[in-house]
């Protein structure tokens, strides 16, 4: 596939294994549990990459399966501050470099502060965005933590 995204190229410098895996986009439905159904996964293997702000300090990025939501207490507690919010969704693009639907830990424009949720550590494999829609990355939780510089943590809360 030539039309490796920044994230790919960054966890092949890294020598770090992955499947890219393409999928029908719905501009109309950009949701975890299309993607999903799409890539014939189960929802809780597919996680969404959030962004938030935190009171004290600042941007940091959460990643949580399809099938949940990040408790904003807890992502608060574990990135350091008092109270969290997610970003406005204009804001995305101009502190990510990425898109709603195709936003990924791996290679945002600045190093945010990222956690993942722990209960992806229970997957050999776990689904993200590769950085563009309709694209995925198939790897396993612990080469994304090393990829993102990310922690596992306690960020999630059933929806």
Known sequence: MSDKTNAARILDRMKIKYELVEYMVDPENLAADHVAAELGEPIEQVFKTLVLRGDRNGIF??????????????????????????????????????????????????????????????????????????????????????AAGASAADIATDI
């Open 61 to 146: 990025v959460c990643v949580v399966a399809g099938n949940r939501e990040v408790d904003l207490k807890k992502a608060a507690k574990v990135s350091g501050n008092k109270k969290a919010e997610m970003i406005a969704m204009k804001e995305l693009l101009p502190l990510t470099g990425y898109i709603r639907g195709g936003c990924t830990s791996i290679g945002m424009k600045k190093q945010y502060p990222t956690f993942i949720s722990e209960e992806a550590l229970s997957f050999p494999f776990i689904y993200v965005s590769a950085g563009k829609r309709g694209l995925q990355l198939k790897l396993a939780p612990a080469d994304l933590i090393k």
